[in-house]
Nanobody, 121 residues
């Protein structure tokens, strides 16, 4: 199973970005999809997850109301729509896939390479 996160970039405070994560090599609809983020020197942190059933989503409190995770099973792709970005959202964002469901990195077996999101003030 291969994941390829994309869509990161440089954005001003208050701006928006949409990250994409196409998945190949497996049955996409079988997987829970998650987004995590990491800053240098710190552990990888949970952002959001969407279960194989699209109505099962969960967010970290820090992004609730600003970020929306979604998936398109017909396109084998997960998304993370981010609004009202702040400097604290600056990180490398990773998408991940799991046969289970959880909010910890250890629950996810397959990982994409990460995409940098930089929010400037």
């Amino acid at each position: 199973v291969q994941l390829q996160a994309s869509g990161g970039g440089l954005v001003h405070v208050g701006g928006s970005l949409r990250l994409s994560c196409p998945v190949s090599g497996g049955t996409f609809s079988d997987y829970t999809m998650g987004w995590f983020r990491q800053v240098p020197g710190k552990e990888r942190m949970f952002v959001a997850t969407v279960g194989s059933s699209v109505d099962r989503t969960y967010y970290d409190d820090s992004v609730k109301g600003r970020f929306t995770i979604s998936r398109d099973n017909a396109k084998n792709t997960a998304y993370l729509q981010m609004h009202s970005l702040s400097a604290e959202d600056t990180a490398i964002y990773y998408c991940a896939a799991s046969k289970g469901y959880g909010i910890y990195a250890k629950h996810y077996y397959y990982w994409g390479q990460g995409t940098q999101v930089t929010v400037s003030s």
